[in-house]
């Protein structure tokens, strides 16, 4: 398996309306639908937020997968028109991910140090010098 490259969207609360449509524009099934209310967390969160769209993916192709959430003010997340796209690297090894993580976040911002996840994966965000938004991700499930 090679690094591949896909667009991430972020709305502000309405993912689940927005990749409806992309849906019906493109065709397919979604990959994933979660949502902020089924992630652990020890802070209580508002139910206005448990319904929001933490992460889902619609493929489009073997190679392009279109991918999307809602901005979470819980979780700091604010949602700034035109800086709502990032771009995921899906990594094909962990050293790999670290890497381009450390290359990418060079003279950048953290925004969520590269580290184990919940649902199995490493995963970081960062901006880096030049303001483009990136997420980092390795599977632990990929062979």
């Known amino acids: 398996m090679s690094?591949?490259?896909?667009?991430?969207?972020?709305f502000n609360g309405n993912c689940?309306?927005?990749?409806?449509?992309?849906k019906s524009v493109f065709g397919g099934e979604f990959d994933h639908v979660s949502r902020f209310g089924e992630m652990p967390s020890e802070n209580p969160m508002p139910k206005s937020e448990k319904e929001k769209i933490m992460h889902i993916s619609l493929p489009l192709s073997s190679e392009t997968t279109i991918m999307g959430s809602d901005?979470?003010?819980?979780?700091?997340?604010?949602?700034n028109p035109g800086d709502n796209i990032s771009l995921s690297i899906n990594a094909s090894t962990e050293d790999e991910a670290k890497r381009i993580f450390g290359a990418l976040s060079e003279d950048g911002t953290i925004t969520m140090p590269l580290d184990k996840t919940f649902w199995g994966a490493l995963f970081g965000m960062c901006i880096d010098k030049f303001g483009i938004n990136w997420m980092v991700n390795y599977s632990y499930e990929q062979k």
């Not at 690094?3 to 972020?10: F, H, I, Q």
């Open 3 to 10: 690094t591949t490259v896909n667009p991430y969207l972020t």
């Open 16 to 22: 689940e309306e927005a990749f409806n449509y992309y």
């Open 71 to 79: 901005a979470s003010e819980t979780f700091g997340q604010v949602f």
